[in-house]
């Protein structure tokens, strides 16, 4: 069992930086994967990246590819998104997941999910 949980959202104007934070309890932590999604009202969830459970391999949506980078800190069991050149359509709530398997940008292929936080984006 994987509890997460996600911190580090809020307003910022377009351009700006935000990191967000993704704690996870349970000893295991280091042999999952981690995604993180977003959600904007009346949208689908969309994908924004993943990482493999060591950390060398990530891999990011389109629509964030090169202002989003996602690490991992398996000692601190935390995955972070750090959000660069911020634009309003960034605007949603950010969830992070865990998947036992490989990382994925499909959203059924994790089991573990977080309750999300908030990022607004103001133009």
């Known amino acids: 069992q994987v509890q997460l949980v996600e911190s580090g959202g809020g307003l910022v104007q377009a351009g700006g930086s935000l990191r967000l934070s993704c704690a996870a309890s349970?000893?295991?932590?280091?042999?999952?994967?981690m995604g993180w999604f977003r959600q904007a009202p009346g949208k689908e969830r969309e994908f924004v990246g993943a990482?493999?459970?060591?950390?060398?391999?990530?891999f990011y949506g389109d629509s964030v590819k090169g202002r989003f980078t996602i690490s991992r800190d398996n000692a601190r069991n935390t995955v972070y998104l750090a959000m660069n050149s911020l634009k309003p359509e960034d605007t949603a709530v950010y969830y992070c997941a865990a998947a036992s398997r490989y990382p994925t940008a499909t959203p059924e292929n994790y089991e573990y999910w977080g309750q999300g936080t908030q990022v607004t984006v103001s133009s």
């Open positions: 990482i493999k459970w060591s950390g060398n391999i990530a």
């Open positions: 349970g000893r295991t932590f280091s042999s999952y994967a």
